[in-house]
């Protein structure tokens, strides 16, 4: 991970976080914001340790997760692109307070770090903030609860299905046969935020590769080449459509 200061190109995020604020409340925030990079596989934050701020993502793609009792099983939880944040929920709680999760990078990303302290002195003059904030909050809870119903009640392959839309449309890339998902999570990632192993996981896409809805290749490459076969085959609602569309 490397850190800089704010630079001035990267206020466009935060306003569009922060619709809420007015110039100088926005000028408050960007002069906390220090600027992080991760490469892929970069730990963004510890499951159980201080949560000592809110990280932005600008640019690239995180995984949050957490480790499954003493097992140690792991258990991908949340994709969060740009526009979406890690440890807002932390600013509310009281007594310990630490990250539930972990974060990790899983492609080159740019995070913009708000330490917690510094922003909860920023909202008492710009209450505001706490308005945006539960805004951008608001899609992950019903993310989480997406995720909860259907792991309770949908077959593997429909839950794989919406994690491939997903993907698509934060990484899909026009390409001769659909849309090349631009992306290094790893079978082994993709298995673990569906709660499978990674032989089911593969057993999952062979029928999925035959049916012609989906290409795959050397190095994890994976290509979507019918995505409204794979949001018919996931037996989306419009409810979950429109959360999809939010949210990705």
């Known amino acids: 991970m490397t850190i800089n200061r704010w630079a001035e190109e990267h206020s466009e995020i935060l306003g569009r976080i922060f619709p809420s604020l007015d110039p100088s409340g926005l000028r ?135 994690l491939l839309i997903a993907l698509a449309r934060l990484t899909g890339a026009p390409h001769a046969d659909g849309l090349l998902l631009n992306t290094t999570m790893s079978r082994q990632m993709m298995a673990e935020y569906l709660g499978i192993s990674i032989a089911s996981l593969l057993r999952h896409l062979k029928p999925l590769r035959e049916r012609g809805l989906i290409e795959t290749g050397e190095q994890g490459r994976l290509v979507v080449r019918d995505l409204h076969a794979l949001v018919k085959k996931a037996r989306l609602n419009l409810c979950d459509i429109e959360l999809l569309e939010e949210r990705f």
């Open 28 to 162: 408050s925030l960007m002069d906390l914001a220090l600027v992080t990079h991760y490469e892929p596989g970069g730990l963004v934050a510890h499951e159980g340790a201080y949560a000592s701020g809110v990280h932005v993502v600008e640019s690239g793609i995180l995984c949050t997760g957490r480790h499954a009792g003493t097992s140690g099983a792991t258990c991908r939880l949340r994709l969060l692109g740009p526009g979406r944040a890690f440890g807002i929920e932390t600013l509310f709680l009281n007594g310990r307070c630490v990250y539930s999760e972990f974060a990790k990078a899983i492609e080159q990303s740019k995070v913009l770090f708000l330490e917690r302290e510094s922003l909860l002195d920023c909202a008492k003059d710009h209450p505001l903030l706490f308005h945006d904030l539960c805004r951008v909050m608001a899609p992950e809870i019903r993310w989480l609860e997406f995720k909860l119903v259907r792991r309770g009640s949908e077959p593997v392959e429909r839950r794989l299905c919406a």
